[in-house]
C-alpha cells in the first residue's frame, strides 16, 4: 500500500504561484511513477502532469502551456508541482497518485492509489 497526503493549496490571485507538495508512504516511492490530477466543480478529473519513478520522464495536459513543472524528491518520498501564472481555470481539488507504470500515464485508469485532494482556488 502506498498512502499519499497533498498540501499547499489555497487561495491565491489570478497570476500568480501555488507549490502544491505529494508525501508518500508506505512503499519505496521510486517504484512507481506519479501523477496530478485535477477535478473541477461539476466536472470530470483531468489530468495534469506525470513524473516516471526517476523523474527523468515528465508529461503535462496540453492546456497548461507550460504554466505547471511537476518534480519529485525520492529522499524525501515527496512530488511538487509548481504551478506558475494561475488563472481563474485552474480552480479546482488537486490530486495526486501512484502507478505501478513506472513511465507514468496521462490515464486515471492506470494509478492505484490516490490522495484526498487539495483546493486550490484563483480569483481574479
Known amino acids: 500500500q502506498v498512502q499519499l497526503v497533498e498540501s499547499g493549496g489555497g487561495l491565491v490571485q489570478a497570476g500568480g504561484s501555488l507549490r502544491l507538495s505529494c508525501a508518500a508512504s508506505?512503499?519505496?516511492?521510486?517504484?512507481?511513477?506519479m501523477g496530478w490530477f485535477r477535478q473541477a466543480p461539476g466536472k470530470e478529473r483531468e489530468f495534469v502532469a506525470h513524473i516516471s519513478g526517476g523523474g527523468g520522464m515528465r508529461g503535462y495536459a496540453d492546456y497548461l502551456k507550460g504554466r505547471f513543472t511537476i518534480s519529485r524528491d525520492n529522499a524525501k518520498n515527496t512530488m511538487y508541482l509548481q504551478m506558475n501564472s494561475l488563472k481563474p481555470e485552474d480552480t479546482a481539488a488537486y490530486y495526486c497518485?501512484?502507478?505501478?507504470?513506472?513511465?507514468?500515464?496521462?490515464?486515471?485508469?492506470?494509478?492505484?492509489?490516490w490522495g484526498q485532494g487539495t483546493q486550490v482556488t484563483v480569483f481574479s
Open positions: 508506505g512503499r519505496t516511492i521510486s517504484n512507481y511513477a
Open positions: 497518485a501512484a502507478t505501478r507504470n513506472t513511465a507514468g500515464s496521462s490515464s486515471l485508469r492506470q494509478y492505484d492509489y
